[in-house]
Nanobody, 124 residues
Framework: QVQLVESGGGLVQAGGSLRLSCAAS????????MGWFRRAPGKERESVAS????????YYADSVKGRFTISRDNAKNTVYLQMNRLKPEDTAVYYC?????????????????WGQGTQVTVSS
């Protein structure tokens, strides 16, 4: 099992930036994929970005491609989500999750440990 704690959320104006962090403990962090997901008010949770165990491969939802960057620091057991050019439609609770496998994936079924989430609000 992996324990995950997100931080870095907040209120930002459209066009601004935020960086989310997710600190992990427990299962060997450096051997598993990590992902970021979000749930907007009244909507289902959706995938945002994923990164494989080494950080060499990343995957993004079309809605964030070119604006968001996922990265990881295995020495610090931390995964990041840099969010630039934020839009009001990015408003959501953002969750990080630990994958079942070493390869990255946007399939939520391939993640079994989830953080509590951090709120991101983008004002227009």
């Amino acid at each position: 099992q992996v324990q995950l704690v997100e931080s870095g959320g907040g209120l930002v104006q459209a066009g601004g930036s935020l960086r989310l962090s997710c600190a992990a403990s427990g299962r060997t962090f450096s051997t598993i994929a990590m992902g970021w997901f979000r749930r907007a008010p009244g909507k289902e949770r959706e995938s945002v970005a994923s990164i494989n165990w080494s950080g060499a491969n990343t995957y993004y939802a079309d809605s964030v491609k070119g604006r968001f960057t996922i990265s990881r620091d295995n020495a610090k057991n931390t995964v990041y989500l840099q969010m630039n050019r934020l839009k009001p439609e990015d408003t959501a609770v953002y969750y990080c999750a630990a994958g079942l496998y070493f390869s990255g994936s946007l399939n939520q079924r391939e993640y079994n440990d989830w953080g509590q989430g951090t709120q991101v609000t983008v004002s227009s």
